[in-house]
C-alpha cells in the first residue's frame, strides 16, 4: 500500500506530542505529510476533516491517564472512511494507564482501521527549570525510536494490499477506564512584575483563558494546565504558586525519576 497520502493530527500544548509524530513520520518517509494541528482552539472549532483510504497519526498527551479531553472531543468527529490510524500517546514519563487503549477506541470509533500503537514520553507539563520531571525529552535516543517505529510501520504497510487486511493491534490498558482529570477549577498560575505584555502566553494558550487586555489575569474555569503558556514566556514571568499543582511537580520529580522507554505495538495483517 502506498504512505503518500499522511495525514498528522494532534493535539500538543507543549510540543511533544508534535515532535515524536513528526519523527515517526520522517521513519515512514514522509518529510511533508499534512499537518493538522488542533492545539489552537479556533482550528479545533473547525470541521474535522474526512479521510480516504490514508494513512493517518493521530497523537495526543496523557493528562491523568488518559487522553487529554480536548482532543479526545475533537478525534470523536474525525471520519476514518476505512483509512488506517497510528494512534501515539505522549506522557510524562509517570504512566500512560488507559490513555492509549482510550485513543485506539477512539479511532476505531470513528471509523478507522488501528495499525500500530506507541507511547512515548515527553518532558513533563509540570516540569521547570528547577523541578525537573523527564526534562528534555523527547531527546535523541527517543526520536531514534520514533524513527524506527515509522520504518517499522512502512514495512507493514508495503506488504499490505489494502487497509482492511489490517486485523487490529493490541495495547496495554483497562476498560472501564481510569476517572481521569475531574472539571474543578482553581487558581495555580502567578504573574510576576517580569511581564512586559508581550503577549505570547495568550497565543500559547489552547483554551482562551488568558485576557488578551490583562495578561495578569487567568480564566481558571477555562484553564486545563497544560503549562503552555508558562513554558512559553520569555521573561518567565507565569509561574507555577506554591500550593497543589507544585506539590504535585514536586511529588513527580522525585517519585518519577526513572527513566521510561517509548514503548510501540504493531498489528497483525491477514494473509
Ligand atoms: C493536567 C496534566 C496531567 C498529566 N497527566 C499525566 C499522567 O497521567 N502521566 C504522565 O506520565 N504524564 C502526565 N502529564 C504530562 C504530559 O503527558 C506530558 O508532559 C506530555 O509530554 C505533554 O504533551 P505536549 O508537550 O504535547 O503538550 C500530564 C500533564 C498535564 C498538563
Ligand atoms: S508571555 Fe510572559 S511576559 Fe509575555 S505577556 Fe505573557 S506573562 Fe507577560
Ligand atoms: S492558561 Fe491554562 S490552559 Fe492556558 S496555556 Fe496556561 S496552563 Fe494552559
Not at 173 to 192: H, L, S
Not at 198 to 204: D, E, H, N, R
Request: hydrophobic share 40%.
Amino acid at each position: 500500500m502506498k504512505t503518500q497520502n499522511l495525514s498528522l493530527v494532534y493535539f500538543s500544548p507543549t510540543s511533544t506530542t508534535g515532535i515524536v509524530l513528526e519523527e515517526i513520520a520522517r521513519g515512514l518517509g514522509q518529510e511533508s505529510p499534512k499537518i493538522f494541528d488542533i492545539t489552537r482552539p479556533d482550528i479545533r472549532n473547525q470541521v474535522a476533516p474526512v479521510f480516504n483510504n490514508e494513512v493517518v497519526l493521530i497523537g495526543a498527551p496523557v493528562y491523568s491517564g488518559r487522553v487529554a479531553k480536548d482532543a479526545a472531543a475533537y478525534f470523536k468527529t474525525l471520519k476514518g472512511s476505512g483509512s488506517l490510524a497510528i494512534v501515539v500517546v505522549v506522557y510524562g514519563n509517570r504512566e500512560f494507564d488507559d490513555a492509549l487503549l482510550e485513543l485506539k477506541n477512539i479511532a476505531v470509533d470513528s471509523g478507522f482501521g488501528v495499525l500500530a500503537g506507541g507511547a512515548f514520553i515527553g518532558e513533563h507539563s509540570f516540569s521547570d527549570t528547577e523541578i525537573l520531571i523527564a526534562p528534555n525529552r523527547p531527546d535523541e535516543a527517543d526520536l531514534e525510536k520514533a524513527f524506527l517505529f515509522g520504518q517499522q510501520i512502512a514495512g507493514v504497510l508495503e506488504g499490505l494490499e489494502t487497509p482492511a487486511d489490517v486485523s487490529g493491534v493490541e495495547v496495554p490498558g483497562n476498560f472501564p477506564y481510569k476517572e481521569g482529570m475531574g472539571d474543578g477549577a482553581f487558581a495555580f498560575i502567578d504573574v510576576t512584575e517580569d511581564c512586559d505584555d508581550c503577549g505570547i502566553c495568550v497565543a500559547a494558550c489552547p483554551k482562551e483563558a488568558i485576557d488578551e487586555a490583562d495578561h495578569y489575569s487567568t480564566i481558571d474555569e477555562r484553564c486545563i494546565f497544560c503549562c503552555a503558556c508558562i513554558k512559553a514566556c520569555p521573561q518567565q514571568a507565569r509561574i507555577m504558586k506554591e500550593g497543589p499543582m507544585k506539590d504535585k511537580a514536586k511529588w513527580l520529580s522525585e517519585n518519577c525519576a526513572q527513566r521510561k522507554e517509548p514503548q510501540t505495538y504493531l498489528g497483525l495483517v491477514n494473509t
